[in-house]
């Protein structure tokens, strides 16, 4: 889906490695480590897409980079904060070199990340990025609120993932535009699509936690509800089940057994909760469809589907 900005991916991954090198040979290391436990690349190829008519100077190819260690540095963040032992299949950080570690490397990259935005004189660029960590933040302290807590509303868990994933995604997709110099409807277009992207991306990535296996995810299936972390499918069992009181006290639980997980999910799937939740991931994909503008090209165009069909389709 993304072959026509390939050469530009290829080209991300070389300058990643030569970005989280360090005259500290651990902080070389972890760069190394993190870059290499590869990832879907899908914010840069967003961001690419966007821009595809625009010759790749260095500060295009540069704010690209500046995106991916962004969510690099967020991801690093997050292991620590859900004392995640694997990710992608691969050790993370932290489990590799503990927390302390982790955190100030993941501020590293934030810091590198940033000093390449800076070298862009489009001050707007920078206003979308900080309001973007500004939003990722928000997200995260929304969740850890409401770890363990069964009785959250569907449109807390919309404002939650928005901040958490959708708006990286809109941002990504709003840069590219903006480089582009496309005009300010085509731009907000782009940004709705990439929004609307983020949201079905994050709602199939919660569907996958339950549904699918711990080989295909590279982490724990569960391990959502094993943290107390409250998702789409998750309030609609707790809405719904004739076994939602039970389903209640097992969110609740802290330190959950495996029986106790187990049984979790099976009353999630005994209801229309994976259903329902696919069913709010296909209208999301549409409004990304139809939001499209016409002035892209058609290749760009149908690889902008490819991403919708992508998140349709992905079991992993």
């Known amino acids: 889906m993304f072959d026509i900005v390939k050469n530009d991916l290829e080209k991300l991954e070389e300058i990643l490695l030569e970005v989280v090198s360090s005259p500290v040979p651990l902080i070389t ?79 590293y990259l934030f810091s590198k990340a940033f000093s390449l935005v800076a070298q862009n004189p489009n001050s707007r660029i920078m206003s979308v990025l900080t309001d973007l960590i500004c939003a990722m933040s928000e997200g995260e302290i929304i969740q850890n609120q409401e770890i363990f807590v069964p009785e959250m509303e569907e449109s807390v868990y919309f404002t939650k993932i928005a901040k958490k994933t959708a708006d990286f995604i809109a941002a990504s997709c709003e840069l590219g535009a903006i480089m582009a110099e496309l005009s300010t409807d085509e731009v907000e277009a782009l940004r709705q699509y990439g929004y609307c992207i983020g949201m079905a991306f994050q709602i199939t990535d919660d569907i996958l936690d339950i549904t699918a296996t711990t080989e295909k995810m590279g982490k724990p299936v569960g391990n959502d509800l094993l943290q107390g972390i409250v998702t789409l499918p998750t309030i609609y069992a ?79």
Request: net charge neutral; aromatic share 6%.
């Open 29 to 107: 290391e972890i760069g190394t480590h993190l870059v290499k436990a590869g990832g879907k690349r899908l914010r840069p190829a967003l961001y690419f897409l966007a821009n595809c008519k625009v010759a790749r100077t260095k500060n295009i190819m540069d704010l690209a980079v500046a995106l991916e260690l962004i969510h690099m540095a967020t991801l690093v963040h997050d292991d620590v904060v859900d004392k995640a032992a694997t990710r992608r299949g691969i050790i993370t950080a932290n489990a590799k070199w503990g927390n302390q570690i982790s955190v100030l490397t993941g501020d």
């Open 238 to 316: 707790m809405n719904n089940s004739v076994d939602k009181d039970e389903l209640k006290q097992i969110v609740a639980t802290q330190n959950m057994t495996k029986e106790q997980l187990a049984r979790g999910l099976s009353i999630i799937n005994e209801t229309a909760a994976i259903k329902y939740s696919y069913q709010v991931v296909d209208d999301y994909l549409t409004k990304a469809r139809n939001v499209l503008p016409s002035c892209l090209d058609t290749e760009v165009k149908e690889a902008f589907n490819s991403v919708a069909d992508f998140v349709q389709m992905r079991d992993f």
